[in-house]
């Protein structure tokens, strides 16, 4: 897979929704872009790094073989993998991330297409493709909706905590619904 190594801050957005709808002007990039800076132009999902813990960076976007199925279907695959860069016998931490970039009253329709999302591109790369040995990480599936507070999934007047429940032992991961991180070490990364 094709990655790119960061250890500082980084903003993950996505210029997709923009340059379809929303752009008055073609936005500078399109897609998904991984970048130091934030754009000024689109939301971004923020990994902040005081400690400059070096990560790895998966672009979807960029590996679309990784994600074609040998009959040349697509597999449902979210924005980006980022992975701790690990250099001893400890879990570091995994997460896959999906952007969704929405307004309040559509947010919740958005969030269960992008948890959809998640478990599919974790369960292919880990399960299926097995791109990645999972014991050797601490995996989280992280639904971001920059620039609008994301719904606590476990809000039961939203979620069936069944279901939500059920997202960890289908796919080993723990569900966030977050805009932004603090990597703290190759083991420990913090939400919220």
């Not at 094709?2 to 801050?9: V, W």
């Not at 709808?21 to 000024?40: D, H, Q, R």
């Not at 074609?68 to 701790?84: F, K, L, P, Y």
């Not at 478990?119 to 989280?140: A, G, M, P, R, W």
Request: hydrophobic share 40%.
């Amino acid at each position: 897979m094709i990655s790119e190594a960061f250890d500082g801050d980084v903003y993950i957005m996505d210029f997709t929704e923009y340059n379809n709808t929303l752009g008055v002007e073609p936005a500078p990039f399109n897609g998904v872009m991984v970048s130091t800076a934030e754009s000024g132009i689109v939301a971004s999902f923020v990994m902040k790094n005081p400690n400059r813990v070096q990560f790895m960076v998966v672009n979807n976007e960029k590996n679309p073989a990784v994600f074609t199925r040998e009959d040349g279907t697509m597999v449902s695959n979210c924005e980006c993998i980022v992975h701790a860069d690990r250099h001893d016998n400890r879990k570091g931490w995994m997460l896959f991330l999906e952007l969704k970039y929405c307004k309040a009253r559509n947010l919740y329709q958005n969030m269960l297409v992008g948890i959809r999302q998640l478990k599919d591109t974790c369960n292919y790369i880990l399960k299926e493709k097995k791109v990645f040995d999972e014991s050797h990480y601490k995996k989280y599936l992280v639904i971001s909706t920059p620039g609008v507070e994301p719904l606590d999934p476990f809000d039961a007047s939203y979620f069936v905590q069944e279901d939500i429940l059920s997202i960890k032992e289908e796919t080993g991961a723990l569900l966030r619904a977050v805009n932004k991180a603090q990597v703290q070490t190759p083991a420990v990364i913090k939400f919220g």
